[in-house]
């Protein structure tokens, strides 16, 4: 089929009845919808409006802790064809206030909103009113550079897929700089991730997130990367692990029947492979049988590795001899 073949097929669809029919009432829908949107936006409405707030001004040796950019929000009563006009145009873009004018010289700085309703109805035609404007203030937080670094950790839910457990967390970067007043560094000790939740995972998890954010404090960086590592739990079981007396008086000592004891406990499958008797310690107690002597004594778990749960002793109780030594 050539071109012109094609621009003679249309031609004639134009040019039927059916197609003059259907172009008629085309014509009348679009001219009855804009009569219904000229009527509409003539109408006197109320819309609000987010307004971004920034202070500027702020010296060199001073440091915001607050964010850079606050938001109000603004009510404004006009007609709809100027409430569109604001929407699309640049009369609400950010306003821009001097640090220096709101300063209290104590770390702390007010904008009120009386000062901001001014600032925005010199951007406003003579027929808009603006009916409501919240928050009542704006705050913001400074100071001349009193900082630390503090640790970070993370914050929320994670729970891997069944038989499996987080066994390590790693953190990129591990510690961040705060700036903020005196009083809250010194209350402040580490800062955590936002929330995260996150579940049914067996392989490491990486996550990238924001820092919570913290009223006054500005955190650099404010975003951290975080892995949580996996591991298979398995139950096991140690033997071979020495029981040792305490407090033992000079010249004394203890022998247990059994000398040596098992544990067992819960573990990711990397740690298990890595142990030994020696990294566990578990003890009798001379003073405790000096007070309730008895045939047998009561033996402790004192000391388990990392990464272990549910460490739980073969038994609680053991025949024990204490003996004499020789000096020499």
Known sequence: MTIRSVWRAIWEFLFTKTSKEILLFLFFLALSATFWLSLTLNETYEREFAVPISVVGVPKNAVLTSDEVDTVRVTIRDKGIILVAYQFGDALRRIELPFRNYTHNNGTGVIPASEIQKRIYQRLGSTSKINAIKPEKIEFYYNYGSKKQVPVRWS???IPEELYFVSRVTYDPDSVTIFASDEKLDSIS???TEQL????????LTVECNLAKLKGVKTVPDRVRVKFYTDVLTEERISGIPIVGINMPEGKALRTFPAKISVSFV???SVYRN?????????VDYDEI???PSEKCRVYLKNVPSGISKAKLETNMVDYLIESQDPE
């Open 190 to 192: 580490m800062v955590y």
């Open 156 to 158: 929320g839910r994670v």
């Open 197 to 204: 939740n996150y579940a049914n995972f067996r392989d490491t």
């Open 290 to 292: 000096r007070r309730n």
């Open 275 to 283: 142990l030994k008797p020696e990294d566990f310690t578990v003890i």
């Open 267 to 269: 573990a990711g499958v």
